[in-house]
């Protein structure tokens, strides 16, 4: 869009930089004085970008970068102009102090349908007057995000829901309003599709709180996220009421949601996604959400009382599953007898992550032989995965893309079969296997082209000779310094195959402690020595 003719007729030394696209290097005497071709008269002096229609100018607006926006907005007063009528998104600092320049900001954005208001913990935030003067200049916002607002209280929610009547999405975090709030936006958004909810104070007033929902956006809501909720349950009566609900998130809050979730599914329901991490929740829970005979994901993650049980009873009606994410936090309540289950009954899986869960080879070699669609999966800390059952992966799982495997006890042997198997595979990830060396990755490499393989062993071992190298002194202590700082990056890295996997302990983490504190003890050693033989030549 008239990049190209801009950098032809651009000299560094010219002053004149809006050129006519006619122009040629060829047709250039020199420098400081550019003639258009032969046949074409143009004036100099006339500002081309004027014949744009300002519709086209925020067309090509849009298609640029925030930073690009904020330099094409300073070229002249009609960009500025147009640029600011043409942005529908704005992310802005919500601390107090900006309470002043609201009037200006949303008289030059006066067409924002997406905004996120921000505040970080030390600052105090904007309050109810700013948050009502927002909803009265952007009444056609569609998405709002609130982080950090503690000052806004439940008169500017009432304020904001009367003014904004569009509201699809709204999200708030570490915000003071309570229920009356919440309320009074349920009950004026008509279009209201997605609520996400995390650590709400102003609801956590036990046994005493007011119940939220199910107001006038229980008719349209498709997704609701709870997360890190003193009082959760109060939600229950929007989530309840909520029939065309699809998504249901419930991460880290407290109390028994058995009872809610069976009280959810003794309707019809057309739930197709849920989450359900850190909560108190059993088979009970599973066997009621095995009625949402339309799921499809299903992430299940550090939820100690559930077992086979409930992971069978969903494989056994769930059958359009295809996306399932179990974290068994290593109590060795699910195991085989639920992913033998899985497999026979969910055909159409195309994701599948575990971690810490110990499989047999009997329940991966099922799951291999049946989920035929099986694109990308992830083994995290299993003690019972080694080179059998890699292998019998590799043989099987003809449509896998992606793999991670991570703490498992794998080794050369195991990677070596994946030179030939799995014939779609892309990407391998392998990490904490001390089993597995670089030198296989390189020999993978060079055997398949086209894969990825992500070796973490690739980072360490430089590092590792360097320190066995090393004999001490000041050498010494720079060396256990960078292996140091490497072990605990690497152990921070909790990778999969691009697959969204939750953090977890593993099963290596005895062997992983004792290396660190080996290496802290070199570093504490090297540090005595230096600092001792510093001693001596200063006494000298």
């Known amino acids: 869009m008239g990049q190209t003719a801009s950098m032809q007729g651009y000299s560094p030394g010219s002053s004149n930089h809006i050129l006519h696209p006619n122009f040629t290097q060829e047709s250039r005497s020199d420098d400081s004085n550019p003639r258009p071709a032969v046949g074409v008269s143009v004036d100099p002096q006339h500002d081309h970008t004027f014949e744009i229609p300002d519709d086209c100018l925020a067309i090509i607006f849009q298609s640029l970068s925030s930073g690009d926006r904020k330099r094409c907005s300073m070229v002249c007063r009609r960009w500025l102009v147009v640029e600011g009528q043409s942005r529908s998104r704005l992310s802005l600092n919500a601390g107090n102090e900006v309470s002043t320049h609201l009037p200006v900001m949303f008289t030059r954005f006066d067409s924002v349908t997406k905004l996120a208001l921000r505040c970080d913990r030390k600052s105090v935030s904007i309050n109810d007057d700013a948050l009502t003067l927002i909803s009265l200049r952007c009444r056609k916002l569609t998405r709002l995000k609130l982080r950090g ?239 059998p059952e890699i292998s019998c992966i590799a043989a099987k799982c003809m449509a896998l893309k992606k793999l991670c495997i991570k703490g498992c006890r794998v080794t050369d042997t195991g990677i070596e079969a994946f030179a030939f198997g799995c014939p779609n595979l892309v990407k391998i990830k392998v990490k904490k296997c001390k089993g597995v060396t670089s030198e296989v990755a390189d020999w993978l490499r060079a055997r398949r082209v086209s894969l990825a393989v992500n070796l973490d062993a690739d980072e360490i071992e430089p590092e590792a000779m360097e320190v066995s190298a090393s004999d001490g002194g000041s050498h010494g202590v720079v060396s256990s310094s960078i292996i140091n700082v490497t072990v605990t990056s690497v152990g921070a890295n909790v990778a999969a195959a691009d697959i969204d996997t939750p953090s977890t302990s593993y099963g290596g983490r005895s062997s992983s402690r004792s290396r660190f504190s080996l290496l802290a003890g070199r570093t504490l050693v090297a540090s005595a020595f230096q600092r001792l033989s510093i001693g001596n030549s200063t006494n000298l």
């Open 149 to 387: 607002c503690r000052e806004i209280s439940d008169q500017g929610m009432l304020a904001l829901a009367q003014n904004c009547k569009y509201l699809r999405k709204f999200s708030c975090g570490s915000c003071m309003f309570g229920a009356k709030g919440m309320n009074a936006l349920l009950d004026n958004s008509y279009s209201l599709e997605e609520l996400s909810v995390k650590r709400l104070r102003g609801i956590n007033d036990g046994f005493t709180a007011e119940v939220i929902g199910p107001g006038v956006a229980a008719l349209s809501l498709k997704s609701i996220t709870l997360k890190e909720l003193y009082n959760g349950h109060c939600f229950g009566p929007l989530i309840i009421g909520s029939k065309n609900l699809k998504t249901l998130k419930i991460l880290r809050c407290l109390g028994d949601w058995d009872t809610l979730l069976e009280t959810i599914t003794k309707r019809k329901n057309c739930l197709t996604e849920i989450h359900l991490e850190r909560l108190q929740v059993s088979d009970l829970g599973l066997i009621a959400i095995s009625k949402c005979p339309d799921l499809e994901i299903l992430h299940l993650v550090k939820a100690p009382d559930c077992s086979n049980d409930g992971i069978s009873a969903i494989a056994e009606t769930c059958k359009l599953l295809r996306k399932l994410h179990i974290d068994g936090w290593r109590t060795n309540r699910i195991g085989d007898e639920g992913l033998i289950s899985i497999a026979k009954n969910c055909v159409n899986l195309v994701e599948l992550v575990l971690i810490g869960v110990n499989p047999s080879s009997v329940s991966l070699m099922a799951m291999a032989s049946n989920c035929q669609k099986l694109e990308r999966l992830a083994l995290c800390g299993s003690e019972t995965i080694g080179d």
